[in-house]
Structure formats: structure tokens, C-alpha cells
């Protein structure tokens, strides 16, 4: 059984936030210099498992998957919008992504059935070790959850199980209520496979996108390193709305303190940083008035344009200390 590459690459990317060396993940893997990043190579299911557990024990993160399947979230988007753009109802971008995750993570499967009016979506997994398991199905998880969020409009919100003692840390993670079960599933009323892609939100989050991966790539000589890791965060996070500081905090080997003290040394707040963010994202999605700014207001987590509105007299007044 075969993993696509690029699979260890995002492990390699995310152990550099998490202070481990990708040197050290490259020993589980039997070819070291393999190039992770291209879609045409592949490892064997047991090596995949082996870095992933390698890079569970040097962080001791008991929440990884959930922590990782939110760093995930840019990514998430870029699928997103394909996914949506060649699917014409929920249950053909389903079809569509069985396919995917058979072909390229078989590690995971999604089940789908209809029972007494309720659509189910299950995840199911062949690891056999339990932590394993959990890890690879929490981070499976969020990215699922991310996509079908954005696919449909607020009239369909799935009620969200897992088997977890506590579902705290996920919940806060996806701004979602769940509830313990038996599984990992999404429960949505049948009435959403009659129903519309949001196709208006695709769009906007196309428009969206390549702004934010511009964003990533560029070299901001006002940034100092941890400053940058800090950015950089905040934009992998993005869904696309910013992640809290406690959210990115929980993503770093450093107490809340630490990073405060560490961004202070280097001139930086966390809020200067988020600000700017916004502020260019702001800029970008207003420019030739190509998008309302109800739209803009949305897309940037606002539930009302003059809180927006607020936030960008705000910003700019603070940007200009």
C-alpha cells in the first residue's frame, strides 16, 4: 500500500514549527533523499506510519492530529476549491474524494449511506494501533470537516462525532459543537444531497487563495525568524478566517509567555501581526472593487460589515504607531 509523497512532506513542514528536524524524520524513510514534494513519488504505508509516530513522540502533543489537521487549513482551501468546481452535488464531490483519499492516502476511507433521512458520512481507518489511528483520523477529520463547511450554506450543519472522551480540543479547533460516539462521522439531514455547492463562497475563496500563498512565499525583511514562524502560522491556520492566539500558541514547544516575550524581543505583537494580515488581505480583496464589503467582511471572520469596518480604522490607526 502506497502513500503519496507530498503526505511527508507536510509532516516535514509542520516539524519545523514544532522544533523537530526533518534530518531526523528522513531516517524512517528507506529512500532519505527522496523528494517528498512530488505528487508522482510514493512511500510504503509503514514508513508513512513511522515518521508520523517519530514525530508524535519528539513533540508529546497527545491533540497532534487535531493541531496538525488545522495547520492543514490553507491547503484545505486550495482542495477545496478544486473539489467543489467539478462536483455539481455533495454526493459527487463524496464520490470524488473516495477516489481521492483510495488513491493517494489509502489509509483512510470515507463511507457514506442513507438512513431514515439522515446522510452519514464515517471515517474508517486500516491502522491497526489505536494512538495511530486516532492521530491520522483527527487531522482527516478537520480537513473533511473544513471542506463540506465551505461547500454548503448555514442551512446544513452536520452534528460532528467522535470517540473521544473530551471533545474540547476539537471543538475549539473547528468552532464546532460535538458530541461522543462510536466513530468519527458527519450526520447531515438528507435534504442536503438535493442541494446547491455554495458556489458564490468557491469563488471567493479562489479569489482568495493565491493571496494567501503569496503571502507565504514572501520574504518580509521587517519579520526577524520567530516573528516570521509566528506569520506564517497564522496564514497556514487561515479557514480563511485568522486562528486566535491561543490557537496558534498550542502549535509551538513554547508556553504562551514565551512566545509574547520572544515576539516583544524581536518588536512584534501578536496582534501588529494579525493586524497586518488582515489589513493586506483587507487591501487586496477591495482593490478594483471586486468584492463587496459584506463579502470581505465575511471572508476575514466578520458576522457584520461595520464591525469590519471597525476593525480596518482600527488596524490602520495602529499600524501607523
Known amino acids: 500500500m502506497k502513500v503519496r509523497a507530498p503526505y511527508i ?15 531526523m524524520l528522513r531516517d524512517y524513510l528507506k529512500e532519505k533523499d527522496i523528494d517528498v514534494c512530488n505528487p508522482n513519488n510514493t512511500v510504503t504505508e509503514m514508513e508513512y506510519l513511522n515518521v508520523l509516530e517519530a514525530l508524535l513522540k519528539a513533540t508529546g502533543d497527545k491533540n497532534f492530529g487535531i493541531h496538525f489537521g488545522c ?10 476549491v478544486k473539489l467543489s468546481f467539478n462536483s455539481s452535488s455533495i454526493e459527487q464531490a463524496v464520490f470524488i474524494l473516495q477516489n481521492y483519499l483510495q488513491n493517494t492516502f489509502p489509509l483512510v476511507s470515507l463511507e457514506s449511506e442513507e438512513i431514515e433521512g439522515k446522510y452519514i458520512l464515517k471515517l474508517t481507518t486500516i491502522i491497526k494501533d489505536i494512538e495511530l489511528s486516532h492521530q ?22 452536520p452534528v460532528l462525532e467522535v470517540p473521544k472522551s473530551t471533545t474540547t480540543e476539537l ?10 460516539g462510536v466513530g468519527y462521522s458527519f450526520t447531515y439531514d438528507a435534504t442536503v444531497l438535493n442541494a446547491e455547492i455554495n458556489k ?4 471567493e475563496i479562489e479569489f ?44 509551538f514547544p513554547l508556553s504562551n509567555r514565551t512566545i509574547q516575550r520572544k515576539l516583544t524581543d524581536e518588536g512584534l505583537s501578536f496582534r501588529k501581526i494579525t493586524n497586518e494580515i488582515k489589513n493586506e488581505l483587507s487591501s487586496y480583496l477591495s482593490k478594483g472593487h471586486k468584492m463587496k464589503t459584506q463579502d470581505i467582511a465575511y471572508l476575514l471572520g466578520y458576522s457584520e460589515t461595520s464591525a ?13 504607531k
Open 9 to 23: 512532506a507536510n509532516l516535514f513542514e509542520y516539524a519545523f514549527y514544532k522544533g523537530v528536524s526533518e534530518e
Open 71 to 80: 495547520y492543514l487549513n490553507i491547503k484545505a482551501l486550495g482542495f477545496i
Open 136 to 157: 491520522v483520523l483527527d487531522f482527516v477529520y478537520c480537513f473533511i470537516y473544513r471542506e463540506f463547511r465551505l461547500m454548503l450554506s448555514n442551512d446544513f450543519i
Open 171 to 180: 471543538a475549539n479547533f473547528l468552532d464546532a459543537e460535538l458530541i461522543r
Open 200 to 203: 458564490k463562497a468557491l469563488r
Open 208 to 251: 482568495l487563495l493565491p493571496k494567501f500563498l503569496q503571502m507565504l512565499d514572501k520574504k518580509n525583511a521587517g519579520y526577524k525568524p520567530f516573528g516570521m514562524k509566528v506569520r506564517n502560522m497564522v496564514l497556514n491556520m487561515c479557514k480563511p478566517e485568522l486562528p486566535t492566539f491561543n490557537q496558534v500558541a498550542t502549535q
Open 308 to 320: 469590519y469596518l471597525h476593525a480596518v480604522k482600527k488596524w490602520e490607526g495602529e499600524l501607523e
